[in-house]
């Protein structure tokens, strides 16, 4: 197996984007039901199979390295390359996609607790409001094996178990992240060690048996499998007997192949972009004072990269498998495949170490490739989507019908959908975090092991007009990058130390901050309808549905004179009310903009 020079993925990427409009919500969607292994109304549901890859990038061309990916799911699905995570952390991001909720509104917001891990998502009450339970109540099986969310441990598993899967086995920490030394959970039974077997060899056999379990019950199945490839290697003292440590405390270092890949693409590197190890500065706030890497950093850092990809050919192997055994059991025309992960990673890019936590496009545009019955084969589309868009997509799948509190939309799954929405989905995408970002490399004088204060909220505008990231971090800093011209995100047009221009798209800068700013208020505390349409929260008349639309000369006034910066109060380590600034209020919109709310609008 070696590297592939010419990948469907590389020819997908290469492809303009497609227009985004101003008109919001599923297009033309009903049930999707299976009828003489067809879309249709009425006869046997579909299945569902969900794979999910812990950390896996798409700007570094993971993709380009897996063959089966390829063969199965790229050429005979759609390739959704706006496809955005929240929240560019392990715990967060899984627990929106479940939920379909934005982290502000799950209230899990790290990856341990007080903010996030398990308990924290048992303390939310979402035990008993997240995906497997609704697809339970709709009749469905439901299975799932690897890791669920950070912080499900041998020692709470019990308390109480995650509930709404008809048969689980879930892979535990403190092991999660020890490749050689994995321990998992089966049903109602108590923990089993797999020490020095591979962890992703293990849950592949576990998948295979949940499978033709699921298939032997005779019912239409959800099957989620969630190895850990290609998340970094973690390992301390205190693991060995089950006990937990502090971060700071625990050795990261590459992740381990199968042995059986443990030489394949030695002459990979990481892609060397023009954010790569870049010679100036960028960015803003602790990333903007990073040194230049070394070339003993930049080594080590190539060395991270291949382990990478060679962690991810187990994960390959297993959506082989996964194919054919559908297709030995005559189902596979009959069941959707999802890929995805739960976030983005960087290794270099900006100086950065290798991680994730950032609001840079390595971080948060993931891979997602759907096939399936009705799904269009060898499509690459540019509707933008997000992790709270797979809960109702998932659900719609199903034949489920719909919850009017889900902060995404479902994603169109036919020709004619996607089609439709590349002209008229929403072109934004909300991202936050709250807390430290972490290393994952090497632990350098200039770069500790966490970095404090890496709470932010920022967006993503995307149409044929404009490409736009725009970020306030929890010190007030700002940022604005724009992708057409700068892909790399190399120049904050917001820096005082930045040559920038003064406008974009023909409109000055501080025009489009101002519009930026208000759409950011509107989004970090959003709920549902508001989450997707923001703009009409902003203008009820219904007038305005795009940025292009609120640049118009007519909103001068209200957006420059009277609106204000989005500011926080504080820098906090999760989600604390009072230090997230002023909030936007559904109900009362004139508590924050000007009370001539009428004649703005």
């Known amino acids: 197996m070696g590297i592939l020079t010419c990948s469907p993925l590389l020819m997908l990427l290469c492809c303009p984007y497609l227009i985004c409009g101003t008109i919001f919500g599923p297009v033309n969607q009903k049930p999707l039901k299976l009828e003489n292994g067809r879309i249709g109304q009425?006869?046997?549901?579909?299945?569902?199979?969900?794979?999910?890859?812990?950390?896996?990038?798409?700007?570094?061309?993971?993709?380009d390295y897996m063959p089966f990916v390829q063969k199965h799911l790229l050429d005979h699905g759609t390739l959704f390359r706006r496809h955005f995570?929240?929240?560019?952390?392990?715990?967060?991001?899984?627990?929106?996609?479940?939920?379909?909720?934005?982290?502000?509104?799950?209230?899990?917001?790290?990856?341990?607790?007080?903010?996030?891990?398990?308990?924290?998502?048992?303390?939310?009450?979402?035990?008993?409001?997240?995906?497997?339970?609704?697809?339970?109540?709709?009749?469905?099986?439901?299975?799932?094996?690897?890791?669920?969310?950070?912080?499900?441990?041998?020692d709470n598993y019990n308390s109480p178990h995650a509930a709404g899967w008809t048969a689980s086995d879930f892979l535990l920490d403190p092991f999660t992240y020890w490749y050689m030394n994995s321990t998992y959970q089966r049903n109602r039974e108590p923990p089993m060690s797999f020490e020095g077997r591979h962890s992703v060899d293990v849950l592949a056999e576990k998948a295979m048996g949940l499978l033709d379990e699921a298939f032997e019950a005779g019912k239409p199945f959800f099957l989620g499998l969630a190895p850990v490839s290609p998340h970094a290697n973690m390992w301390s003292p205190a693991f060995k007997d089950g006990n937990h440590s502090d971060l700071e405390d625990i050795e990261f270092s590459a992740p381990v192949p199968a042995e059986r890949h443990a030489k394949l693409f030695e002459a990979a590197k990481v892609p060397r972009t023009a954010n790569f190890n870049p010679d100036k500065p960028s960015g803003a706030s602790w990333i903007r004072k990073l040194p230049k890497q070394n070339q003993e950093t930049v080594d080590y850092n190539d060395n991270f990269y291949v382990q990478r990809l060679r962690t991810l050919q187990s994960v390959d192997e297993i959506v082989d498998s996964v194919v054919r055994r559908l297709d030995d059991l005559k189902i596979l025309d009959k069941t959707f495949i999802i890929y995805t992960t739960d976030n983005g990673y960087h290794i270099g890019q900006h100086r950065m170490q290798p991680a994730k936590q950032c609001s840079f496009e390595e971080d948060i545009n993931i891979p997602l490739i759907i096939r399936g019955p009705g799904?269009?084969?060898?499509?690459?589309?540019?509707?933008?989507?997000?992790?709270?868009?797979?809960?109702?997509?998932?659900?719609?799948?199903?034949?489920?019908?719909?919850?009017?509190?889900?902060?995404?939309?479902?994603?169109?799954?036919?020709?004619?959908?996607?089609?439709?929405?590349?002209?008229?989905?929403?072109?934004?995408?909300?991202?936050?975090?709250?807390g430290f970002a972490?290393?994952?490399?090497?632990?350098?004088?200039?770069?500790?092991?966490?970095?404090?204060?890496?709470?932010?909220?920022?967006?993503?505008?995307?149409?044929?007009?404009?490409?736009?990231?725009?970020?306030?971090?929890?010190?007030?800093?700002?940022?604005?990058?724009?992708?057409?011209?700068?892909?790399?995100?190399?120049?904050?047009?917001?820096?005082?130390?930045?040559?920038?221009?003064?406008?974009?798209?023909?409109?000055?800068?501080?025009?489009?901050?101002?519009?930026?700013?208000?759409?950011?208020?509107?989004?970090?505390?959003?709920?549902?309808?508001?989450?997707?349409?923001?703009?009409?929260?902003?203008?009820?008349?219904?007038?305005?549905?795009?940025?292009?639309?609120?640049?118009?000369?007519?909103?001068?006034?209200?957006?420059?004179?009277?609106?204000?910066?989005?500011?926080?109060?504080?820098?906090?380590?999760?989600?604390?009310?009072?230090?997230?600034?002023?909030?936007?209020?559904?109900?009362?919109?004139?508590?924050?903009?000007?009370?001539?709310?009428?004649?703005?609008?």
């Open 85 to 154: 995570c929240t929240t560019a952390l392990c715990c967060p991001s899984r627990v929106s996609l479940w939920t379909g909720k934005a982290a502000h509104n799950t209230n899990v917001t790290n990856v341990l607790p007080p903010y996030g891990g398990y308990p924290k998502f048992i303390s939310q009450g979402l035990n008993e409001k997240y995906l497997p339970v609704w697809l339970q109540e709709s009749g469905y099986n439901t299975y799932y094996t690897g890791k669920l969310f950070n912080a499900h441990t041998v």
């Open 375 to 434: 799904v269009p084969e060898r499509l690459a589309s540019n509707i933008i989507t997000t992790h709270t868009d797979l809960a109702p997509t998932l659900l719609e799948m199903a034949g489920v019908p719909l919850r009017n509190d889900f902060d995404g939309v479902a994603i169109p799954l036919t020709e004619e959908g996607l089609e439709e929405a590349s002209r008229t989905r929403h072109e934004h995408v909300t991202v936050e975090h709250w």
């Open 438 to 601: 972490s290393n994952e490399g090497q632990v350098l004088d200039l770069y500790p092991r966490l970095h404090q204060n890496n709470t932010y909220k920022a967006l993503r505008v995307i149409s044929k007009s404009y490409d736009l990231h725009y970020q306030v971090w929890c010190n007030n800093e700002r940022e604005l990058h724009d992708l057409m011209r700068d892909p790399g995100e190399m120049t904050n047009l917001l820096h005082p130390d930045e040559d920038a221009r003064e406008s974009i798209v023909g409109v000055h800068l501080d025009k489009v901050v101002a519009r930026l700013d208000s759409l950011l208020f509107v989004l970090k505390s959003c709920k549902a309808e508001t989450c997707i349409n923001p703009w009409r929260a902003l203008h009820p008349a219904g007038n305005v549905g795009s940025l292009r639309d609120a640049l118009s000369t007519r909103f001068d006034s209200f957006y420059e004179d009277r609106s204000r910066n989005i500011e926080f109060d504080r820098c906090e380590m999760g989600f604390i009310l009072d230090a997230e600034g002023p909030q936007f209020r559904q109900d009362d919109p004139v508590s924050y903009f000007d009370p001539r709310w009428h004649e703005w609008t």
């Open 42 to 63: 009425g006869g046997p549901y579909p299945n569902i199979v969900f794979i999910l890859t812990d950390d896996q990038d798409l700007h570094m061309n993971s993709l």
